[in-house]
């Protein structure tokens, strides 16, 4: 199989969908790899690293488009490189569409094969494409949302950590899974005063017990998200309904029971968000105010860095990219319904449940996708 990647076009997006070791082992396996010139730079890696593995290096984006069989990537195609895609053409990278109907409307009009990292499965119902993001944005958000703390920054000017004789920063994170728990860790170690809350009670067990008593658990709920944001310095969203667009737990009207200068972290935003007044932003300009209340934003939060972000998602992909180019995707995913379970669109059919039931359009069932 021929298999391109060309360079991320997103605003301030850094990372690269195939690492010279990913492109190694397709190349290892019969395959042919051609990389856009540039396109690991940002990550650390040079043209040169891919071509002394075997990898083509081309001009242009549109040279990858044009030949590959599979393009794989890191972020959602832009709308440039969607009306570069083509019917029989196969789509391997992060797409977010329940809440971007623009984009699932052009990969529909296209007829691509996609097959997105975030609702790729495994057999713990965990979703491993999607964790090593995770894992690094919930470290960063903590790490964001104190520079957005800063006075400086159009934050309350609040410490993380306090000093002897001043309280620390009221943090509450919203979500206890991959994201939330990793921001705790980091907000935890930061000297943070920290409140984790889950709808699981197993889950919140399992946080009460890893952290041995350095933050508090709480069952989360409307009311016990009200009360503690009227304390947080910070709030950090940290929920997830695989595939599906992210509830909105806090409300427009709620901002105005917050501390002035207070930080919202909306790690959700690739699913629309998690807070009624977030919108994505870049890490050009990731912080805006809203009623007082700082948002930040940033909707490709582990471009930042994007050299362990880069490593971290090839380590994760790269079986599956191997599995998709050695048996094909039909193979590929009759052989594994978690694999399967990433396949959002095919010949102009929408194939994943909980898009469809966001953006209120009509699915075929992946099985019968495969027989088309």
Same mark, same amino acid.
């Given at each position: 199989m021929l298999i391109g990647c060309p360079k991320e076009i997103k605003p301030q997006e850094f990372r690269v969908g195939l690492t010279p070791n990913a492109a190694l082992e397709a190349i290892s396996h019969g395959h042919q790899v051609i990389i856009e010139t540039g396109a690991g730079a940002g990550s650390g890696f040079t043209d040169e690293d891919y071509t002394k593995i075997g990898a083509e290096i081309v001009d242009t984006a549109e040279e990858i488009f044009a030949r590959a069989e599979m393009v794989v990537k890191v972020k959602e195609p832009q709308a440039v490189e969607r009306r570069q895609l083509r019917e029989g053409q196969l789509l391997f990278t992060y797409l977010h569409l329940a809440p971007d109907p623009s984009q699932t409307r052009d990969l529909l009009d296209s007829g691509v094969t996609a097959i997105a990292y975030e609702t790729v499965t495994d057999r713990h119902g965990g979703l491993p494409l999607l964790a090593p993001m995770s894992e690094v944005a919930g470290r960063l958000a903590p790490q964001m949302g104190a520079w957005s703390l800063q006075k400086a920054n159009g934050g309350r000017g609040v410490l993380m950590g306090g000093v002897p004789g001043v309280r620390p920063a009221n943090v509450t994170i919203i979500g206890g899974?991959?994201?939330?728990?990793?921001?705790?860790?980091?907000?935890?170690?930061?000297?943070?005063?920290?409140?984790?809350?889950?709808?699981?009670?197993?889950?919140?067990?399992?946080?009460?017990?890893?952290?041995?008593?350095?933050?508090?658990?709480?069952?989360?709920? +409307?009311?016990?998200?009200?009360?503690?944001?009227?304390?947080?310095? @910070?709030?950090? !969203? #940290? /929920? =997830?309904?695989?595939? $599906?667009? +992210?509830?909105?737990?806090?409300?427009?009207?709620?901002?105005?029971? @917050?501390?002035? !200068? #207070? /930080? =919202?972290?909306?790690? $959700?935003?690739?699913?629309?968000g998690c807070f009624e007044t977030s919108r994505p932003t870049t890490h050009a300009e990731p912080v805006?105010?809203?009623?007082?209340?700082?948002?930040?934003?940033?909707?490709?939060?582990?471009?930042?860095?994007?050299?362990?972000?880069?490593?971290?998602?090839?380590?994760?992909?790269?079986?599956?990219?191997?599995?998709?180019?050695?048996?094909?995707?039909?193979?590929?995913?009759?052989?594994?319904?978690?694999?399967?379970?990433?396949?959002?669109?095919?010949?102009?059919?929408?194939?994943?449940?909980?898009?469809?039931?966001?953006?209120?359009?009509?699915?075929?069932?992946?099985?019968?996708?495969?027989?088309?």
């Open positions: 899974g991959v994201v939330g728990t990793a921001a705790a860790r980091v907000a935890v170690g930061m000297g943070a005063n920290v409140t984790i809350l889950d709808r699981s009670v197993p889950r919140l067990s399992y946080l009460d017990d890893i952290f041995h008593g350095r933050l508090t658990t709480q069952f989360s709920d +409307a009311a016990a998200i009200a009360d503690l944001i009227t304390r947080a310095d @910070m709030v950090i !969203g #940290a /929920v =997830l309904i695989p595939g $599906a667009a +992210a509830p909105k737990l806090i409300t427009r009207e709620q901002l105005s029971t @917050m501390q002035p !200068g #207070a /930080v =919202l972290v909306d790690v $959700a935003i690739d699913q629309g805006y105010e809203v009623d007082g209340v700082m948002h930040y934003c940033v909707a490709n939060m582990p471009g930042a860095v994007a050299r362990t972000s880069t490593i971290a998602l090839g380590n994760a992909t790269l079986p599956f990219m191997l599995a998709l180019a050695n048996k094909g995707w039909r193979k590929a995913c009759e052989d594994d319904p978690h694999l399967m379970e990433g396949l959002n669109t095919h010949a102009g059919h929408l194939t994943h449940y909980a898009v469809g039931r966001a953006l209120e359009i009509d699915v075929l069932s992946p099985a019968k996708a495969l027989k088309i």
